[in-house]
């Protein structure tokens, strides 16, 4: 099984005044909450990679793992 590790630099992410991450994931994995970009459910990354091209400041690093279900 494939697993995808999302790391969001805060000190990096500008959060709510940029929020670009969150706008263009297709499958919703970001959210925005009280000023600051979460990373909300990793577990719906498809891998496409459209929010690291997008990141004007870099804060994002996807890393993808195979792990076992439990």
Known sequence: MIMVEIALDHAKCKGKECGICAYICPTNVFAIKDSEV??????????CYECLETCPTAALKIKKTEGNCV
């Open 38 to 47: 979460l990373v909300n459910s990793p577990q719906y990354c498809k891998l």
